[in-house]
């Protein structure tokens, strides 16, 4: 079993409530994810939606913004197995942490 904490981040001015979690194999990643849920509207009045992956220990991670101040996009590129199996870990914990934050899908 894993343990998942709760916290808050602040994201554009609005406090949404976050959850994180560890992903141990050969290597570690940390990933946190939170959402106010749908609130109707775009940036301006919308919902708030954060995530975060991060290397806690020997993992081969690379992240390269697009844009010119990263606003267009990110790709990442890991290397290793058990990069890919800790990866896909935390961007299912990920999504669920969202889809369960939205409250309602929109299709």
Known sequence: ?????EG?????????P?????????NVLEAEAGT?????????HGSRTY???SDEGGT???????GR???????????GDCELETIIT?????????EDGAKKVRD
Request: charged share 25%; net charge positive; glycine share 14%.
């Open 69 to 79: 101040c990263g606003d267009e996009g990110f790709e990442v590129t890991l290397g």
């Open 36 to 44: 106010n849920g749908y609130q109707g509207g775009d940036t301006g």
């Open 90 to 98: 935390a961007l299912k914990f990920i999504t669920k942490v969202l």
């Open 1 to 5: 079993m894993f343990a998942v904490t």
């Open 51 to 53: 995530f975060r992956i």
């Open 60 to 66: 081969d991670i690379r992240v390269r913004p697009l």
């Open 8 to 16: 808050t981040r602040r994201i554009g001015g609005t406090e949404i």
């Open 18 to 26: 976050t959850y994180t979690r560890e992903i141990v194999s050969a």
